[in-house]
Nanobody, 115 residues
Framework: QVQLVESGGGLVQPGGSLRLSCVASASILSFNRMGWYRQAPGKERDLVATITTGGSTRYADSVKGRFTISRDNTLNTVSLQMNSLKPEDTAIYYC?????????WGQGTQVTVSS
């Protein structure tokens, strides 16, 4: 299976920014869709943003205009730039790669937004 290594999480103040990165052990060109999900305490794991091999993107309504997903095919990396962070963005963020019926998940990285 494809292994994913996430980084970039941490503690930031409201209004601050973070950039999450996910490095895959295989070419991301082999996947149809790459994305980020998040799970807050006591909540279900929800979609944050996705990007297809063709470059099409989709965002949750709660992060539109604040978050940007991108990929680097050479570095096999999927990133999530998070700006204007709010306390309600606090969650564990997971990287996800999908290729038809095959999928891979990262172990998650904690993002905490607090003053």
């Amino acid at each position: 299976q494809v292994q994913l290594v996430e980084s970039g999480g941490g503690l930031v103040q409201p209004g601050g920014s973070l950039r999450l990165s996910c490095v895959a052990s295989a070419s991301i060109l082999s996947f149809n869709r790459m994305g980020w999900y998040r799970q807050a305490p006591g909540k279900e794991r929800d979609l944050v943003a996705t990007i297809t091999t063709g470059g099409s993107t989709r965002y949750a309504d709660s992060v539109k205009g604040r978050f940007t997903i991108s990929r680097d095919n050479t570095l096999n990396t999927v990133s999530l730039q998070m700006n204007s962070l709010k306390p309600e963005d606090t969650a564990i963020y997971y990287c996800h790669l999908l290729r038809y019926t095959t999928e891979s998940w990262g172990q998650g990285t904690q993002v905490t937004v607090s003053s």
